[in-house]
């Protein structure tokens, strides 16, 4: 069992940063695919990123290229989704997710789910 809690939401203005942090218990996260999905109020949750298990490979999704960065750090369980330059439109709950595939991406199972960190960011 996994237990991911991630934190580093809160309320900004657009264009600011922000880096999200997911920790996960157990000994096993080097060995999980893991990725950030959100979702905003009355919408449907979207893949944001995904990185594999050594974080040598990293996958976004198409819209979204080139503001948000993943990464982890195996030795602190740990995986950051850095997210620059802000929109309104990013205002969500972003959630860090788990999977038992090593490399993953949008469409592959995530065992393990955090109970999410909100990022609203006002105009």
């Known amino acids: 069992q996994v237990q991911l809690v991630e934190s580093g939401g809160g309320l900004v203005q657009a264009g600011d940063s922000l880096r999200l942090s997911c920790v996960a218990s157990g000994r096993t996260f080097s060995r999980h695919g893991m990725a950030w999905f959100r979702q905003a109020a009355g919408k449907e949750r979207e893949f944001v990123s995904s990185t594999s298990w050594s974080g040598g490979r990293t996958t976004y999704a198409d819209s979204l290229k080139g503001r948000f960065t993943i990464s982890r750090d195996n030795s602190k369980n740990t995986v950051y989704l850095q997210v620059n330059s802000l929109k309104p439109e990013d205002t969500a709950v972003y959630y860090c997710?788990?999977?038992?595939?090593?490399?993953?991406?949008?469409?592959?199972?995530?065992?393990?789910w955090g109970q999410g960190t909100q990022v609203t960011v006002s105009s």
């Open positions: 997710a788990a999977s038992w595939i090593t490399d993953p991406g949008p469409r592959s199972i995530y065992a393990y």
